[in-house]
């Protein structure tokens, strides 16, 4: 059994910055491409960023291309996001994804990940 635990949400102003963590537990960390998801209200849960099992590669929604970094340290089981220039849009409850199978690249289909974290809320004023 995967556990997945979030934690690092929280309120911020505009053009603030937040950095979540995702502490990993229950398999093989380093093995598995690992991912960032959130759900804002009344809206479907999309992908935000996702990094392949070595860290080499990585892959982002446009909506957070060049503001928001994701990394992994395998040593410690845990996956990180760092988000720059927050806006009010980046609200939303973030989610920690490891995927359900060993893949090459980054999977940016939630039906690739097999485990999910509890989430983080994320709020950004205005």
């Known amino acids: 059994q995967v556990q997945l635990v979030e934690s690092g949400g929280g309120l911020v102003q505009a053009g603030g910055s937040l950095r979540l963590s995702c502490a990993a537990s229950?398999?093989?960390?380093?093995?598995?491409?690992m991912g960032w998801f959130r759900q804002a209200p009344g809206k479907e849960r999309e992908f935000v960023a996702g990094?392949?099992?070595?860290?080499?590669?990585?892959y982002y929604a446009d909506s957070v291309k060049g503001r928001f970094t994701i990394s992994r340290d395998n040593a410690k089981n845990t996956v990180y996001v760092q988000m720059n220039s927050l806006k009010p849009e980046d609200t939303a409850v973030y989610y920690c994804?490891?995927?359900?199978?060993?893949?090459?690249?980054?999977?940016?289909?939630?039906?690739?990940?097999?485990?999910w974290g509890q989430g983080t809320q994320v709020t950004v004023s205005s």
């Open positions: 994804a490891a995927a359900s199978r060993l893949l090459s690249g980054v999977p940016k289909n939630p039906d690739d990940y097999g485990y």
């Open positions: 229950g398999r093989t960390f380093s093995s598995y491409a």
């Open positions: 990094i392949n099992w070595s860290g080499i590669s990585t």
